[in-house]
């Protein structure tokens, strides 16, 4: 049985609701039975799926879209403060609550693990989500990509846990209070909304002190999760497991075997050893998947069970997710945004090549203000392709910063000893990378942005 909608979310109106983490609240709410409206920027899949469980979607923004029995207006931190329907709500002395708030309110009663980190979320999250389901235990989740199996970012299940991605860019993780949390790494991002790595370990402490009592904080093998381990271990009632390869770990990844686009991981939790295989290449998902594993024990679940079922996780999109091959070229997509997250997606693409395949990357820059603050690493990164093509910054929220483009990424790559093209026309990419490419290559279009489109026009043009 669902738990109870509250009356603000019974008729709830979502601005932007195509967008990951508000699509997967509207779907929740419409399984529980609310009546979900919402506006979007273009026509999508998301909201052609959200259509077919009855949610009232339009295309573009409009004041007249709010219905005269909308209970609520949900936003994003991503809405601005002049959207029509934002402005019609204030007129209408409709409440407004922010998507964290609405998420709080669907894990209420549940017993909730929330999955946050710099890095790692969505696929943590997803390897969670996906076993549970596998298990039979009928898991809600809301988690920012769709899985590969069930092709959709969220759903309301009859089970008793709730796996949520726990959002820490506007602070919004803040709201919830996990049962279960897990901490994946802490590193200085969101460079509009922190100033400091001392503003992140705050807000990181502000997550962890809305466990619940008796609850469990799981950290994993960062230098930055470490330090807020610390930070917090001397609060009562709290339990540190910490998930790491060092053998002093309470989870101790004893070993992790690459297999190609695969990795066999050996896992000793209480104990007692588990094995099984991670189906996308890298240490740092068979990390990810040795952390879901200790979650989901902390929430009750028999590890032996559920590092049997964690083999069924197939991947979620963007995340290292094969597109498809032609011409002999496999494209893969990776929504590495970060200097961090490159180098991991980079560094298991080569170890996946291996020494005769040729790593090809299209790299799209995402907000003006990391690449302000992180442009000189993400150019080090790339530095471990072969060949790449580097495009202009996609903006997002962001008003554009004086002087700041995507030659900072350019100039440091071609320091670190890089092969880089820039490419001012993202309708060109095809082209470019037809030119590069030969037979027996890996493309990895890489980025937060709109990159992702251009895999099926690169295949397309390769297989001409």
Known sequence: MAPAIPAALERPHFIGIGGAGMSGIARILAQRGAKVAGSDARESETAASLRALGVTVHIGHAAHHLADDTSSVVVSSA????????????????????????????????????VAGTHGKTTTTSMLAVALTELGLDPSYAIGGDL??????ARHGDGEIFVAEADESDRSFQKYDPEVALVLNVELD??????????????????????????????GEHAG???????VSGRPGLTILRVGEAEGCDVWIREITPRGMTSEVAVVLDGVEHTFTVSVPGRHYAHNAAAALAAGARAGVDPAALAKALTAYTGVGRRLQLKGEAAGVQVIDSYAHHPTEMTADLEAMRAAAGPDRRLLVVFQPHLFSRTQELGTEMGQALALADRSAVLDIYPAREDPI???????????AVAAGADVTPVHDKDAVPDVIAGMAAPGDLVLTMGAGDVTDLGPRILARLAR
Do not use: Q
């Open 148 to 153: 590969a199996g069930p092709g959709t970012n």
């Open 402 to 412: 004086p002087g700041i483009t995507s030659a900072l990424i350019i100039d440091a």
């Open 190 to 219: 969101h460079h509009a909304n922190y100033a400091s790595m001392e503003e992140i370990y705050e807000s990181f402490e502000a997550f962890v002190a809305k466990i619940r009592p008796g609850g469990t904080l799981v950290v």
């Open 225 to 231: 999760a470490d330090e807020l381990a610390a930070r």
């Open 79 to 114: 809405i601005r403060a002049d959207n029509p329907e934002l402005a019609r709500a204030a007129e209408l002395g409709i409440p407004v609550v922010h998507r964290s708030d609405a998420l709080a309110a669907c894990m209420k009663e549940l017993r909730a693990v929330a």
